[in-house]
């Protein structure tokens, strides 16, 4: 039987391919592009996947998104930058960002869930050589943590950005997907005497700790107040 054609997208929407429509909970998949955009904004640490001499590596890094680009750095001498190179067909990757937002304790152990939000990109990833491009992507990757930090703090200088590499991931192969709601028990579970239902996972910022050093007078920034 052949397997049914995922559906024409609306233009807000990415176009599913064969390595984004799920084998399993399809229905929780999604493409709109907003949706993606939210979850990749709301997080901050991403992981990059890879193939290294023929086994999978994957690297927690931070991350920045400027429209629809990716951005990730790090030392020029670490593997990935160096096999994405400069020249050449780049480093295929799949990054992914996840957020959980509820454990679902279920009746039996075999419900458990998470209400989570995801988002996978499979791509090609090339090193960043425009100094242009490349000053704005590591100032999308300051403000991705923190909004309005990197005009808030000195640029790197010569020696900084010549030691830095930094890779650019196209969104074009993408997908969400999300669990939401409460615990799913068989209906014969029902009465069995087990406390049952979600328990909220949230991100809290704590009151910003100044450096000992910092030169008197300077007050917190409305930035950091914000959070």
Not at 63 to 77: A, D, F, I, K, N
Not at 148 to 159: F, I, Q, V
Request: charged share 20%.
């Amino acid at each position: 039987m052949q397997a049914t054609p995922p559906p024409t997208p609306p233009a807000d929407s990415y176009t599913p391919t064969e390595r984004t429509v799920p084998t399993r909970s399809a229905h929780r998949a999604s493409y709109d592009r907003e949706l993606v955009h939210a979850i990749l904004d709301e997080g901050c640490v991403c992981h990059l996947g890879y193939v290294r001499d023929g086994a999978p590596v994957v690297l927690p890094t931070l991350y920045g998104r400027l429209g629809e680009r990716l951005y990730v750095h790090g030392s020029t001498g670490s593997r990935p930058l160096r096999s994405a190179g400069q020249a050449g067909p780049g480093l295929p990757v799949c990054l992914t960002v996840t957020h959980v937002d509820g454990l679902v304790l279920a009746r039996s152990a075999f419900h458990h869930s998470v209400n989570y939000r995801s988002v996978v990109v499979h791509g090609v990833a090339h090193q960043v050589t425009d100094p242009e491009e490349k000053r704005a992507a590591l100032d999308a990757l300051v403000d991705h943590v923190v909004p309005g930090r990197a005009a808030d703090s000195r640029p790197a200088n010569a020696k900084e950005l010549a030691a830095t590499a930094v890779l650019r991931l196209d969104l074009d192969e993408v997908s969400a997907k999300l669990r939401t709601g409460g615990v799913n028990d068989e209906p014969e579970d029902l009465s069995l005497p087990h406390w049952a239902g979600v328990v909220p996972v949230r991100r809290q910022y704590g009151t910003p700790l100044a450096d000992a050093g910092l030169t008197p007078g300077v007050e917190l920034p409305g930035y950091l107040a914000a959070l």
